[in-house]
Nanobody
Framework: QVQLVESGGGLVQPGGSLRLSCAAS????????MGWYRQAPGKQRELVAV???????NYADSVKGRFTISRDNAKNTVYLQMNSLKPEDTAVYYC?????????WGQGTQVTVSS
């Protein structure tokens, strides 16, 4: 069984920064592709960033140049560094792990960008 726990969300002003963390249990983290998704009110869940087991990354166009995804296999943790935050970044952010038979999801952490 894989369990994912997000943390680091909160309230931040426009232009500010926030770092999200996702701690994973289980034994497959080091070989798994990890992703961050977000879901804003009234919107569908969208992919924000993804990182493979070989540290290849990809980002949604809306966050390129502002967000950075990274992983620390020794800590079984994936991070999302968010800079230059905008109100439109407000959403619940979810951690995702691509398993062999299914995807695993965390419970989500709220990010609110507002003055």
């Amino acid at each position: 069984q894989v369990q994912l726990v997000e943390s680091g969300g909160g309230l931040v002003q426009p232009g500010g920064s926030l770092r999200l963390s996702c701690a994973a249990s289980g034994t497959i983290f080091s070989i798994a592709t990890m992703g961050w998704y977000r879901q804003a009110p009234g919107k569908q869940r969208e992919l924000v960033a993804v990182i493979t087991n070989s540290d290849r990354t990809n980002y949604a166009d809306s966050v390129k140049g502002r967000f950075t995804i990274s992983r620390d296999n020794a800590k079984n943790t994936v991070y999302l560094q968010m800079n230059s935050l905008k109100p439109e970044d407000t959403a619940v952010y979810y951690c995702n792990l691509v398993g062999f038979l299914r995807n695993y999801w965390g419970q989500g952490t709220q990010v609110t960008v507002s003055s």
